[in-house]
């Protein structure tokens, strides 16, 4: 469809593909790397970085619903993906096996349903077994995933694949990290001694990649930094943003002293003030908690939001700065030397990086670069 209102994002081909290459370069050359693109590749488009995740180094690809793979699938990804979210109802184990999606088994009685959906297709399913090493969102303990190891090994119409896990502080709590990895591993040395080859164990999100190198096993499981956003808050070296945001003034004006600004009248100009207005709201994605917090850069300066967020637009202050109709504004990204990231919205919105791109809205069209 054409875009006729001048609000977009933009997504870097070259950025991505770098982050990637640079993501796999920090491990042996035998780790694999599971790329994740679940949430549309953090709102920042699945069905365009998939192909460039697998062509610069990445496996297999991880996302989180029947649905995303199949968006996948229909889009002509042909490598692996796994479903990293549990399977409900458990007639859908039947669903991703028709579109060739691995799915995550997450309890025995969903071992037991797949077992029972591979003997009906009269061919062998694979899956990854999650364990809940600390997490606690799915997954079976350490006890019960070395009770289903053994179970499945006894089963030809079962292939186990993968076994795995997440980490719930990587980003913040190395201690707990080395807790969980014990877990795991109890479960490693069971798989190991009931002879079953072939099982990729992995645990890595990015902020094991970049900080714990013991937690690699088989392979990683990457997703934020492939967007070069670091899960430590602000940037990452050697890592490029793929996505900035932009739009234009599409209105100017120059308010007196006073004069109240959005809904609420939460904003009044202490001086008189050039106020311009951008056609970017909630809506879009833009959070309503950055009202009187947020800022945007116009002319390579900062220009805070004045006044409430609004569904459709926001009020940026541009007094004292060169301001026209037209201009270009940078929500997220660079200009000049001046820059803005999903990290600084996710401040002014008490919020992190992850929900700022995820929350993106659709209306944003995403427009691919170099
Ligand atoms: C989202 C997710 C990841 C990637 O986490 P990042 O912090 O974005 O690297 C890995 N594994 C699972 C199971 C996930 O849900």
Request: proline share 5%; aromatic share 8%; hydrophobic share 45%.
């Amino acid at each position: 469809m054409t875009n006729y209102r001048p609000t977009w994002a933009e997504i870097s081909r070259g950025a991505f593909a770098a982050n990637v290459r640079r993501a796999k370069s920090m491990t042996g050359r035998h780790v694999e790397m599971m790329a994740v693109l679940k949430a549309d590749g953090y709102g920042h488009g699945a069905e365009a970085l998939a192909p460039l995740a697998i062509k610069n180094g990445a496996a297999s690809i991880g996302v989180s619903s029947i649905e995303e793979g199949v968006a996948l699938r229909n889009a002509g990804v042909r490598a692996p993906i796994l479903i990293l979210g549990g399977l409900f109802p458990l007639k859908n184990f039947s669903v991703a096996q028709e579109f060739h999606l691995i799915p995550t088994v997450a309890s025995f009685f969903a071992a037991r349903a797949l077992a029972r959906a591979a003997a009906e297709a009269k061919r062998p399913f694979g899956f990854h077994l999650k364990v809940d090493t600390g997490m606690g969102r799915i997954g079976v303990s350490p006890d019960e995933a070395n009770r289903i190891l053994s179970w499945a090994a006894r089963r030809p119409q079962l292939e186990v694949e993968g076994v795995y896990t997440h980490f719930a502080t990587a980003d913040v709590d190395g201690r707990f990290v080395r807790r969980q990895l014990k877990q795991f591993s109890r479960v490693k040395i069971h798989a190991v001694s009931l002879g079953l080859k072939g099982i990729a164990f992995h645990a890595a999100n990015s902020a094991a990649l970049l900080r714990y190198p013991d937690t690699y096993h088989e392979a990683i499981r990457p997703g934020l930094i492939l967007y070069g956003l670091s899960p430590f808050g602000g940037s990452e070296s050697g890592f490029r943003p793929v996505l900035s945001w932009h739009t234009r003034i599409v209105f100017l004006k120059t308010v007196a002293a006073g004069t109240a600004i959005s809904y609420g009248r939460t904003f009044r100009a202490a001086r008189r003030s050039r106020i311009a207005t951008l056609p970017v709201g909630y809506a879009d994605g833009l959070p309503r908690r950055a009202s009187n917090k947020g800022a945007v850069l116009v002319g390579g300066r900062r220009c805070p939001i004045v006044g409430r967020v609004t569904m459709d637009h926001i009020m940026v202050d541009v007094t004292g700065r060169s301001a026209a109709v037209g201009d270009a504004v940078t929500i997220i990204g660079e200009q000049g030397p001046a820059s803005l990231s999903a990290w600084d919205w996710a401040a002014w919105a008490g919020t992190s990086a992850y929900e700022i791109c995820c929350q993106i809205s659709k209306r944003v069209p995403r427009v691919l670069v170099a």
